[in-house]
């Protein structure tokens, strides 16, 4: 007699926990992110993608902590950076030292410190992203400059309008601070209401694609250029 079928084994949930049929079953539109890409894989996939996911509620809750916690020393209590970190060392310092100091009178072993190394592969791989993104935004602004791209050129400039507006309101770490709440917020709510998201941005697509048409035809088209070069044939 013929052994049954083994029973497939249940597939597996991607790391954004969307599985394929879920994905499959939306419905065709406009992406903010692109055909067939999730959230977890627009932030890169891996253990920085789940912190700002909320998928390892402790690490993320751990670093919106420590952030408030930076924010209110420095911002509310007017702390220095430099007085904070060698307070905090100090503090440190001396508790291990009369700790280890305190172990040979108690008769016990001395606290076991870790030694604590920076190995090369870690270096190596932030350099190599820190490279990537780098070459990514210098090739931006050189496609801008070249004025090749009109719309990335409006982008950037209103980018870069807002943020200085910004910055005239709040100083550095308040922005960083504000930042990093938007980090842990923004994505988990894309991530949630992703479908009307992508709703409401279509239609502002289509609305800024038609006014950009209008603008091309009535304005940028009668700009005079002048005459096109023939190319040299060999």
Known sequence: MAEPAAEAAPAAQPADGISEEAAAARPRGFRLLGEDK????????????????????KISAAVIGGATVLWVLFEVVDYHFLTLISHVLIGVLAI?????????????????IPEVQISEDIVVNVALALRTDIN???????????GHDLMKFLGVIVALWILSEIGSLCDFLTLFYVAVLMLHTVPILYHKYQDKVDH????????????YSVLDEKVLRKIPRGPAKDKKQN
């Open 38 to 57: 999730s959230v977890h894989q627009a932030l890169g996939g891996g253990k920085a993608a789940d912190v700002l996911l909320w998928k390892d509620k």
């Open 96 to 112: 291990l030292f009369l700790w280890s100091k305190a172990t040979i009178f108690i008769k016990k072993s001395p606290p076991d």
């Open 136 to 146: 990514h935004a210098l090739h931006l602004l050189r496609e801008i400059a070249l």
């Open 200 to 211: 409401f941005a279509g239609k502002a697509h289509v609305e800024l694609s038609r006014q």
